[in-house]
């Protein structure tokens, strides 16, 4: 699931999708959403798979590298993605996809090779099957929204037919003419989980990717019930990776 919080936006005109100044220090944009990392910059599709030095030769109980242990290297940024008519999981570096086996459930061990960025297709980091959000969520928004403190979490659903890969197009519905987006930190849940204690929460999360909160504004009613304005196939972009060591309180997105 996926959770909301600690976003800014341009206060002259924070609804507006027209607005070119939303950024997260950065060069490139993914569905109005910016990121660090230059994903593919002038590199061309160049590049072959190579293994690194001596990978090969580990055995793969010495391999294995799950992303819950911290070990001699570790995933920083994780992604999905599409490379020879198959769907993988890799480590970004710079320019460079580490592969992995693995799944997010089982966890990932190296293979030993890797690949150019940009001989790869990104897709959503993960697929859920349904973002938890959570609106209202903080005091700027609340006061730029002209909103009361809700006395309880205002809480909707994106179902996993709106999510899409960075990059990929947003299609508005036509029976809306005003869509909108917002920037998100989206929580990535690594691990089956159920009536679990506040102080063992985060051992159950995989990482942070960014994530667009797209809406259609003419559609979204007051009493709360936001999931008919927001749950729209392509209303959530993902990525371009989950960012598995970031500290979520030291983040800053606009």
């Not at 690194?52 to 580990?58: R, S, W, Y």
């Not at 793969?60 to 290297?73: G, N, Y």
């Not at 797209?214 to 196939?233: E, H, L, N």
């Amino acid at each position: 699931g996926y959770r909301q919080r600690n976003v800014r936006r341009d206060r002259k005109n924070p609804r507006g999708p027209q607005n070119p100044r939303h950024h997260r220090r950065t060069e490139r944009i993914y569905g109005h959403v910016h990121f660090r990392q230059d994903l593919c910059h002038g590199s061309g599709p160049h590049g072959a798979v190579r293994k690194q030095p001596g990978a090969a030769e580990q055995p793969d109980d010495q391999k294995s590298v799950s992303w819950r242990i911290k070990e001699r290297w570790c995933i920083m940024k994780l992604i999905r993605y599409q490379f020879e008519g198959k769907t993988e999981f890799g480590s970004l570096e710079e320019q460079t996809v580490r592969r992995l086996k693995g799944d997010i459930g089982s966890g990932f061990s190296e293979t030993g090779e890797t690949v150019p960025l940009c001989r790869v297709r990104l897709l959503s980091p993960v697929m859920p099957g349904k973002a938890v959000c959570i609106g209202l969520n903080y005091k700027d928004h609340i006061a730029e929204s002209g909103a009361k403190t809700p006395e309880s979490p205002v809480v909707f659903l994106k179902p996993s037919t709106a999510v899409i890969a960075p990059r990929q197009e947003i299609e508005y519905p036509a029976i809306s003419s005003h869509g909108d987006y917002e920037g998100e930190l989206a929580i990535v849940i690594g691990k089956k989980a159920k009536q679990v204690e506040k102080e063992n929460a985060a051992e159950y999360i995989l990482g942070y990717p960014c994530a667009n909160d797209v809406s259609a504004r003419d559609y979204q009613p007051a009493d709360g019930q936001w999931t008919i304005a927001k749950g729209f196939d392509t209303f959530l972009p993902l990525g371009p990776c989950i960012q598995t060591q970031a500290d979520p309180a030291n983040l800053e997105i606009r």
